[in-house]
């Protein structure tokens, strides 16, 4: 019989409210299974792992990241997927952040969790639970279907370095607008075969070291030299530019000759872009020629949370900057589209 490991870090779909506050709370694994008894009628045995401390996640840090990465090393060879129960607020940047962790994974890593406690009459926790396990069972001639870090939401499967949080009151809670989804589940689950990553016999790495030295500077009209002076100068060794449209930036000489010292002093700056759809197309327009030039890392599609955990994992992996470039611009876990 194969094996589920279920990790619960925490999130919504394990909340309650408190009588007295009124406030949701975390509770812990036991009270969830109460509310599913379908988990009894699996067709393969559940392991959890309940982490100690049970969080919102958006107290959701690298050092947890590091722990989760080693658990699912730590029962690797043991258990046939992953389903890690995870708060959607950050779901989206600690399912990026695995991606990158896991080099060469052949198993499913499927996160989910819900907008409604699992308690709750109308939750829409129970389906998101059953079917993301169903996904970390899924085979096919003895190999996973989906050997990918996944977020499985409101009957969508999506590769999770692709996805992000887009609303905070539908069921429909994440998006990949640059990405196909990798699977839907209705009467039956149909999975998006050639969209779906697989890779050789190599076996898995594990890269706990994140660096998180990274600043963000996101662009709008009329930001001054004194505020980009004050992001580009702070004590950071990467940084997540979000600009406008396909990669632009204001022309003024001040703003290129700040991003200029900043990447001369061993910096490494990433375009992406605040469009959530279409990619980073330096030296299409006049307004981004010169980034190209002084030497910004295209960020191509990348979401925000994806360049973020990218950076932070490309800083643990070398100290140079110009090694982080080039592996900023280049698909490592089909994070983005080089186009
Ligand atoms: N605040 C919750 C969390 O991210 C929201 C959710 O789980 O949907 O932990």
Redesign the pocket.
């Known amino acids: 019989m194969s094996q589920i490991l279920i990790i619960y870090t925490?999130?919504?779909?394990g909340m309650m409210t408190d009588p007295v506050t009124k406030v949701l709370k975390p509770i812990n694994f036991e009270q969830i299974m109460d509310n599913v008894p379908e988990l009894e009628k699996l067709n393969c045995k559940i392991k959890v792992h309940s982490f100690d401390e049970i969080i919102?996640?958006?107290n959701m840090n690298p050092q947890i990241w590091s722990e989760m990465a080693g658990l699912i090393e730590a029962n690797y060879d043991d258990v046939d997927g992953f389903v890690i129960l995870h708060?959607?607020?950050?779901m989206a940047f600690t399912a990026s952040a695995l991606s990158f962790m896991l080099e060469n994974l052949a198993k499913p890593v499927i996160f989910t969790?819900?907008?409604l406690p699992i308690s709750a009459i109308r939750t829409d926790a129970k389906e998101n639970l059953m079917t993301a396990i169903e996904i970390a069972n899924a085979k096919k001639n003895g190999h996973a279907r989906v050997p990918e870090v996944c977020i499985y939401f409101d009957y969508k499967l999506f590769r999770g370095n692709r996805s992000f949080k887009y609303n905070s009151s539908k069921f429909e809670a994440f998006r990949s607008p640059n990405y196909p989804i990798l699977a839907e589940s209705g009467v039956h689950l149909r999975f998006s075969v050639n969209d779906i990553r697989h890779h050789g016999d190599e076996p898995l790495i594990l890269h706990k070291n994140l660096v998180n030295d990274v600043g963000v500077l996101k662009l709008y009209p009329g930001i001054s030299p004194k505020v980009v002076a004050n992001i580009l100068s702070a004590d950071v060794r990467g940084i997540v530019m979000e600009t406008f449209g396909a990669g632009n930036t204001t022309t003024d000489s001040w703003f290129i000759d700040l991003l200029k010292n900043a990447i001369d002093s061993g910096k490494v700056i990433v375009d992406i872009s605040q469009c959530k759809v279409g990619t980073v197309e330096l030296g299409r327009y006049e307004t981004s020629k010169q980034l190209k030039d002084v030497g910004v890392a295209n960020g191509y599609d990348m979401t925000y949370e994806a360049a973020v955990t990218k950076m932070m994992y490309l800083l643990g992996q070398t100290d140079d900057p110009a090694e982080v470039k080039h592996l900023l611009e280049t698909d490592l876990r089909g994070e983005l589209t080089v186009s």
Do not use: F, V
Request: proline share 0%; aromatic share 0%.
């Open positions: 925490g999130g919504t779909i919102d996640s958006s708060g959607s607020d950050t969790g819900s907008q």
